[in-house]
């Protein structure tokens, strides 16, 4: 073989990630900086469809795979509640034992007008009860018209299809206005099969339909402003791949009042949030078959208090009061004839509660042409609380688990019900968070940015209070996509994170090129993360064994490194603009004590896209290198990925009020395993000789969409 006429594998991958470092982009929309804050504005929102990750992706945001509409946000190796999303400015808590249905899954891309990622270092005001940094989606935009009478102002509608999971997607919208009242709708629906992988085969599971609808009105004068939405989510089902159970019901109910009026000396906002939500789990298709019934109700209610006074014309300070109040059942009925799951309901969590009251002040200074500083404090007190609950079954035997596991039967679900009930179960935890953020304009060219933050996030209820022991209960548990049951721990601490980040921005002259290099390090004490309790094995063979961990608190380090950049190649009137943009990112978590890696910590990572722009087309390719995740948590049994390489194609022609858009995801039909996938549960049950195996991507998908505004 002539081996020395082929570069090794590992070295040409390395380089490529170098030069596409060299070359990258930051995702930036204005003048901010990646980590402090990165912006986007989804000017041409009515062109897209589906869930908001494709947005939020570009501004750096990992995703952890759920079903079609639900994934997670990873934010600097962190997921699940310590990354604080707020759409509309709203707190919706995930209601769900699984997370089945996170903030981000009630509101689609078409309804989006801004978004917004702080990642890491956060102020004060973005937000608090979070580490890993704030994401905000915002869908109220009113837009009045000159006219003193109502009259139509726009409407679009808009049409899309894939063929990797035949999905469909419709949208539509449209606004009346005077210039003094604002009314506008959005709507849209989405139906998708279970997609296919890079070798043409069925990923089972991963189907889903859901609709969204919001109605939004507003009425202004001179100095103020009121605005009122509702808001409706229908989700009859929603496959869930990587875990026990599916969504076999979310329907969701949203208000959110906002009163915004200019002071002689700054300006003071007042909003309030309601959200309703039942939530069904259980079995829908027989690509996962199975019969037990999960339901949950949930209630979020929360005010927002915000006044800004300015100090000067160059520096201000800005004052919040904050209250937030959920509430959650969670409770599963019994199945009839069933001996495990009977003859009573299992009450998961009885009139839980988790109640924030906090308070800020922030002050931000232009201090000179060339200093800004913004400096905040934030205190909240978090309480939780919840009632008395059961098992299946009162008796002796009740609440065993699967006859196969080979879990230590000294503590049944019955016998650990009667613990937790006889203990108490209020907590509550103060949490003091502290921000610096400094920008020092080195030259018009050259920009530096660096922060201090300590934040701090209480545990969720299900952390706390989720007290089932048996196999069946604790693998209900747990939002990772393991395999793997958990049990909660009542006296969890919360997390205190001290994070450090800089970035340095540098210009070309004529803003022909630009590059950032960026850097964190978060060190976390009572990281809440999770000890091996037990171990359960359905089958005799080794590859599908799992574990029962049990929530404990313990101290982390999480540290990363972003370069990104882009490059104008030609512009001209006859070849239109070209340029070249790409990003490269890093991260890397580990314990403290034992330095053992973390959970879902994505690997090494870079995008590389060539751009065109001529005359009403825009065209992109675009290049994806995701290295080998050889850094796995072994508690959680996590897999190995090898890497992969994806390539896109896209073009989209506008005219006038008309846009059409074809693509070509996974252009090489390349088959590759989800690095932050979890297991393929549902191909699991389906043949148990296959083991835990990783979750695979989506193969070759042909899209196309078509959008008219009128």
Do not use: C
């Given at each position: 073989m002539n081996t020395h006429l082929t570069p090794p594998r590992f070295l040409v991958t390395k380089v490529a990630a170098l030069i596409c470092a060299i070359l990258s982009v930051s995702a930036v929309a204005d003048d901010s900086i990646e980590v402090i804050e990165v912006q986007g504005?989804?000017?041409?929102?009515?062109?897209?469809?589906?869930?908001?990750?494709?947005?939020?992706?570009?501004?750096?945001?990992?995703?952890?795979?759920?079903?079609?509409?639900?994934?997670?946000?990873?934010?600097?190796?962190?997921?699940?509640?310590?990354?604080?999303?707020?759409v509309d400015g709203a707190d919706v808590t995930a209601a769900c034992a699984n997370q089945m249905n996170p903030p981000l899954s009630y509101v689609s891309a078409n309804q989006v007008t801004s978004y917004s990622v702080v990642a890491g270092v956060s102020p004060v005001s973005s937000g608090g009860d979070n580490i890993a940094g704030v994401i905000r989606v915002n869908t109220i935009a009113p837009e009045f018209s000159d006219s003193e009478q109502l009259t139509w102002r726009s409407g679009y509608t808009t049409a899309q299809y894939k063929s990797v999971s035949d999905s469909q997607a419709y949208g539509l919208g449209m606004g009346i206005a005077s210039n003094n009242v604002s009314v506008s709708y959005q709507g849209s629906f989405e139906e998708a099969n279970s997609y296919n992988d890079g070798h043409g085969e069925r990923v089972l599971d991963t189907l889903y339909r859901v609709q969204n609808h919001a109605?939004?009105?507003?009425?202004?004068?001179?100095?103020?402003?009121?605005?009122?939405?509702?808001?409706?989510?229908?989700?009859?089902?929603?496959?869930?791949?990587?875990?026990?159970?599916?969504?076999?019901?979310?329907?969701?109910?949203?208000?959110?009042?906002?009163?915004?009026?200019?002071?002689?000396?700054?300006?003071?906002?007042?909003?309030?949030?309601?959200?309703?939500?039942?939530?069904?789990?259980?079995?829908?298709?027989?690509?996962k078959p199975g019969m037990m019934p999960m339901n949950t109700d949930a209630q979020d209610y929360s005010y927002q208090l915000h006044w800004r006074l300015d100090l000067s014309a160059e520096s201000s300070l800005l004052f919040g009061h904050e209250y937030y109040s959920y509430r959650i059942d969670?409770?599963?009925p019994a199945v009839e004839g069933s001996m495990m799951m009977g003859p009573n309901e299992y009450v998961n969590i009885n009139d839980g509660k988790r109640n924030r009251l906090g308070?800020?002040?922030?002050?931000?200074?232009?201090?000179?042409?060339?200093?800004?500083?913004?400096?905040?404090?934030?205190?909240?007190?978090?309480?939780?609380?919840?009632?008395?609950?059961?098992?299946?079954?009162?008796?002796?035997?009740?609440?065993?688990?699967?006859?196969?596991?080979?879990?230590?039967?000294?503590?049944?679900?019955?016998?650990?019900?009667?613990?937790?009930?006889?203990?108490?179960?209020?907590?509550?935890?103060t949490l003091v968070d502290i921000s610096l953020l400094a920008r020092y304009q080195i030259s018009r060219n050259d920009e530096l940015q660096f922060g201090f933050a300590r934040k701090n996030r209480a545990p969720n209820l299900y952390e706390r209070y989720s007290w089932g022991v048996g196999t069946m209960a604790s693998t209900m548990i747990g939002w990772f996509g393991d395999g793997n049951g958990y049990i909660g721990n009542p006296d969890l601490k919360a997390e205190t994170?001290?994070?450090?980040?800089?970035?340095?921005?540098?210009?070309?002259?004529?803003?022909?090129?630009?590059?950032?290099?960026?850097?964190?390090?978060?060190?976390?004490?009572?990281?809440?993360?999770?000890?091996?309790?037990?171990?359960?094995?359905?089958?005799?063979?080794?590859?599908?064994?799992?574990?029962?961990?049990?929530?404990?608190?313990?101290?982390?380090?999480?540290?990363?490194?972003?370069?990104?950049?882009?490059?104008?190649?030609?512009?001209?009137?006859?070849?239109?603009?070209?340029?070249?943009?790409?990003?490269?990112?890093?991260?890397?978590?580990?314990?403290?004590?034992?330095?053992?890696?973390?959970?879902?910590?994505?690997?090494?990572?870079?995008?590389?896209?060539?751009?065109?722009?001529?005359?009403?087309?825009?065209s992109t390719l675009s290049w994806q290198w995701v290295d080998s995740k050889d850094k796995v948590d072994e508690r959680r049994l996590e897999n190995q990925t090898d890497?992969?390489?994806?390539?896109?194609?896209?073009?989209?022609?506008?005219?006038?009020?008309?846009?059409?858009?074809?693509?070509?995801?996974?252009?090489?039909?390349?088959?590759?395993?989800?690095?932050?996938?979890?297991?393929?549960i549902a191909n699991y049950k389906h043949d148990m000789r296959t083991g835990f195996e990783q979750l695979a991507g989506q193969g070759r998908s042909y899209n196309a969409s078509i959008s008219y505004r009128f």
């Open positions: 504005h989804a000017q041409n929102s009515h062109q897209l469809l589906g869930s908001a990750d494709s947005l939020l992706s570009d501004l750096g945001v990992d995703f952890s795979a759920a079903g079609g509409v639900s994934s997670l946000p990873v934010l600097n190796g962190m997921m699940g509640d310590r990354v604080k999303v707020l109605l939004t009105g507003a009425i202004r004068d001179d100095k103020q402003q009121v605005i009122v939405k509702f808001s409706h989510q229908k989700i009859p089902y929603q496959g869930f791949p990587n875990q026990y159970m599916d969504m076999t019901d979310n329907t969701s109910y949203g208000l959110v009042a906002q009163y915004k009026r200019e002071l002689e000396n700054g300006d003071l906002q007042v909003q309030v949030n309601a959200h309703d939500v039942k939530h069904k789990m259980g079995f829908f298709s027989t690509e969670d409770w599963w308070a800020f002040a922030e002050y931000e200074s232009q201090v000179n042409q060339a200093w800004w500083l913004s400096a905040g404090m934030r205190i909240e007190q978090v309480t939780t609380n919840t009632g008395d609950v059961q098992a299946y079954n009162k008796g002796a035997m009740g609440g065993v688990g699967h006859m196969n596991s080979m879990m230590d039967m000294s503590k049944t679900d019955a016998q650990a019900a009667m613990e937790f009930n006889q203990r108490d179960r209020k907590r509550d935890d994170a001290h994070t450090l980040s800089a970035s340095y921005t540098k210009l070309a002259k004529d803003d022909s090129w630009q590059i950032t290099a960026n850097a964190w390090y978060t060190q976390v004490n009572d990281y809440i993360d999770a000890e091996v309790t037990q171990s359960f094995n359905r089958t005799d063979s080794a590859h599908t064994k799992r574990h029962i961990l049990t929530f404990t608190n313990l101290d982390a380090t999480l540290y990363g490194l972003k370069l990104a950049g882009l490059i104008e190649l030609y512009n001209s009137k006859q070849a239109g603009k070209w340029q070249l943009k790409g990003a490269f990112t890093s991260n890397y978590g580990e314990r403290d004590d034992s330095h053992e890696d973390l959970y879902q910590i994505m690997p090494w990572h870079t995008e590389l896209s060539l751009e065109h722009a001529y005359k009403g087309w825009e890497s992969y390489n994806l390539l896109a194609i896209s073009s989209k022609k506008t005219w006038q009020n008309l846009t059409f858009k074809l693509a070509i995801t996974n252009l090489l039909d390349a088959y590759y395993q989800q690095p932050l996938g979890g297991v393929n």
